[in-house]
């Protein structure tokens, strides 16, 4: 035996306890000495000890070999590790949130614009419900709303709804109003209510275009517009297509009186962007005329949003991209517009929670030899105070 270690492999100089198998406490002291001190010179019990209740191994013992040479394990920095984690949790979402911001943003600086309040200063309607919102969409088959008031004529609108959100934003009622609509348009974009002529609501672009549309409606109405999106219908056929057609339901078979003559057969069809745009331009196959042709807008913007909000849709970031861009080519909007102020706004809204109306009227007759609509003025006045009121939920259970 080598005089420089113990019988135990303990390095020369450590004591050892005879009978023990382990040596003694770092400093020394073995169990039960040094005042009977229980622990290894350091406070802490010695390795291998078992205190009564305590749980631990019991006594290691003569036959029980050597044991393995004492090592201090570090324990793992938990806390630490949760607190690196979680800050690259919070970055990684920071920079998520900041690339879809940034997305979002391109869109919008994408939007076409138009002043579409030009020279409207004086006497428009109040703003009676904070958060509430009024946009005006127009609906046509140009690529130029925007043209200005001596090429105002250049441009016709076929479609024209007021989209209300109420201040919750969680529901939204939009309101068409015939094209043929017998109105009082004003003399100037920012002429008086009640002077110039009557005429159809959709001369009044030809008049002094679209400003002078959102004049004549808000006299109408006496409801202010927030907001104007202008709509391409033919670009809609881009967008459709980037969602993957839609499902529309033909409610009678007609043949279109547009080339290449599509016919469309009673029941619900999958249509593809120009198949869409042929169906919802169709009015004079039907009894009801333009009306039905309104009803089929409608029924085409539902279903756009409805897929749009489909998960094949919002999971797959390709058709996502695509969809979106589609409409940012086909629809013009204010100046003010907020294409990221707005989703946030939308983000709960869902195809189930709008209510198409019409803008209450007593239907066609011939007036100075052309064929108008002619409003109901009595229940149209109900109508747009509570739209004003942001109170539409009210006068729909109303008048069920």
């Not at 809609?236 to 080339?259: C, M």
Request: glycine content about 10%; aromatic content about 6%; some cysteine.
């Amino acid at each position: 035996m080598s005089a420089t270690t113990s019988p135990y492999g303990n390095p020369a100089g450590r004591a050892s306890v005879p009978g023990s198998p382990r040596p003694a406490g770092r400093a020394g002291v073995a169990r039960g000495s040094a005042g009977n001190r229980d622990d290894d010179g350091y406070g802490r019990p010695p390795r291998g000890s078992a205190r009564v209740g305590a749980g631990g191994p019991p006594p290691r013992g003569p036959g029980d070999g050597p044991e393995p040479p004492f090592r201090d394990r570090p324990r793992p920095k938990w806390g630490r590790i949760a607190l690196v984690a979680g800050i690259g949790v919070i970055v990684l979402g920071l920079a998520a949130a900041l690339s879809l911001w940034g997305y979002a943003s391109g869109l919008n600086g994408d939007l076409k614009r138009t002043d579409a309040f030009s020279q409207i200063t004086d006497g428009r309607p109040a703003k009676e419900v904070d958060g509430a919102l009024n946009i005006l969409i127009v609906g046509s088959d140009s690529r130029d709303p925007g043209v200005s008031d001596d090429k105002a004529s250049a441009w016709r609108a076929d479609t024209l709804m007021i989209m209300h959100i109420p201040a919750d934003h969680k529901t939204a009622q939009i309101v068409s109003i015939p094209r043929d609509l017998w109105v009082q348009i004003p003399a100037g974009n920012n002429a008086a209510c009640g002077t110039g002529s009557r005429a159809k609501i959709n001369a009044s672009f030809a008049f002094g275009g679209l400003p002078r549309a959102v004049r004549t409606v808000e006299c109408m109405t006496d409801v202010r517009i927030d907001h104007v999106a202008a709509i391409d219908f033919g670009g809609f056929k881009e967008v459709t297509d980037a969602l993957g057609g839609v499902d529309l339901t033909v409610d009678q078979s007609i043949t279109s009186i547009h080339r290449p003559y599509r016919h469309f057969t009673k029941g619900v069809m999958h249509m593809n962007g120009d198949q869409a745009l042929d169906w919802v331009r169709q009015r004079k196959q039907f009894a009801q005329g333009d009306f039905a042709r309104m009803r089929h807008q409608q029924e085409f913007l539902k279903a756009l949003m409805d897929k749009a909000a489909s998960t094949g849709t919002l999971t797959n970031p390709a058709k996502m991209n695509a969809f979106l861009t589609a409409v940012t080519k086909a629809v013009t909007v204010d100046k003010e517009f907020s294409l990221t102020d707005t989703a946030v706004q939308f983000r709960s809204l869902r195809s189930d929670n709008l209510t198409f109306l019409t803008s209450p009227n007593k239907g066609g007759q011939t007036i100075a030899g052309q064929s108008v609509v002619v409003s109901d003025r009595e229940k149209a006045l109900a109508l747009y105070q509570a739209m004003a009121a942001d109170k539409m939920a009210e006068w729909i259970a109303a008048n069920k």
